[in-house]
């Protein structure tokens, strides 16, 4: 009767000491602006688990630390569509983010985006991307999605000289 009485009060002092520190963790808060666009922002959240954040709403409380996103993604709702783009990085000025007790964290990304392109040469090659920047510095992938559904149309482009001359036009073109 006297072991069972012993590991009784084991499991509720254990109890009470796991409650007293998950109610104990340092918290502070995440903050997403985006403008005019819904932002999703998957943060590690630990070995295992991711948290959520979504722009628009009240600041998220996470654990205060130092965090580092593992997905983005915008969408934008426009002439009846809803048009979306992914990031999985890299995440320029918000690859590290101190989220400090008692305090909102801001993070501004997302539009307007910032057209960059790369051009490459390879031998007697050239061949010209382009990379799609956010506010933050974070990178997207060059695929957009219309209604759930991948575009595949190329983007365009214009080559001007100094003037503002257009020297040529023409349509990225894919493979």
Do not use: C
Not at 122 to 134: E, L, Q
């Amino acid at each position: 009767m006297k072991k069972k009485d012993i590991f009784i009060s084991i499991a509720i002092i254990s109890a009470a000491v796991l409650t007293h520190l998950f109610y104990s963790i340092v918290r502070g808060s995440v903050k997403i602006d985006a403008g005019t666009a819904v932002a999703e922002l998957q943060l590690r959240s630990g070995f295992l688990g991711n948290t959520m954040v979504t722009s628009g709403i009240k600041p998220v409380k996470i654990r205060a630390r130092l965090i580092r996103p593992r997905r983005l993604g915008i969408s934008m709702d426009q002439g009846g569509h809803t048009w979306m783009i992914e990031s999985r990085g890299p995440w320029g000025n918000i690859s590290r983010v101190k989220v400090e007790n008692n305090q909102t964290t801001n993070i501004r990304l997302g539009p307007p985006f910032l057209i960059k392109p790369r051009v490459h040469k390879s031998s007697s090659n050239i061949s010209i991307d382009y990379a799609i920047i956010g506010q933050a510095g974070e990178e997207y992938q060059s695929l957009v999605s219309m209604d759930n559904r991948a575009i595949y149309t190329g983007a365009m482009f214009k080559i001007v000289d100094e003037e503002g001359n257009v020297l040529t036009k023409g349509k990225f073109e894919y493979g």
